[in-house]
């Protein structure tokens, strides 16, 4: 095997191991931005609660004053 082999052999196993690291990146990505979609729901879906609650309380807390 030549030192041109060598170097086409090294240059066809980096592009290859690049293309897999990008399509993992990519996949990664993908599942986080999943993730952080979920967690803005999430945050949104407590928001609601909170205020829910902070209703109710000063509700009784008004009604238990009189």
């Known amino acids: 095997m030549t030192d041109d082999d060598l170097r086409r052999l090294f ?3 980096v592009g290859e191991m690049r293309r ?3 399509v993992s990146t ?3 990505k993908r599942e986080v931005r999943i ?3 979920g967690l ?3 945050d949104q879906k407590v928001d609601r609660t909170t205020a ?3 209703d ?3 509700r009784g807390f ?3 004053r009189r």
């Open 40 to 42: 803005a729901r999430l």
């Open 26 to 28: 990519e996949e990664v």
């Open 52 to 54: 829910e609650i902070r």
């Open 11 to 13: 240059e066809s196993a």
């Open 35 to 37: 993730v952080a979609e």
């Open 20 to 22: 897999h690291f990008d």
């Open 62 to 64: 008004a009604v238990r």
């Open 56 to 58: 109710e309380m000063r």
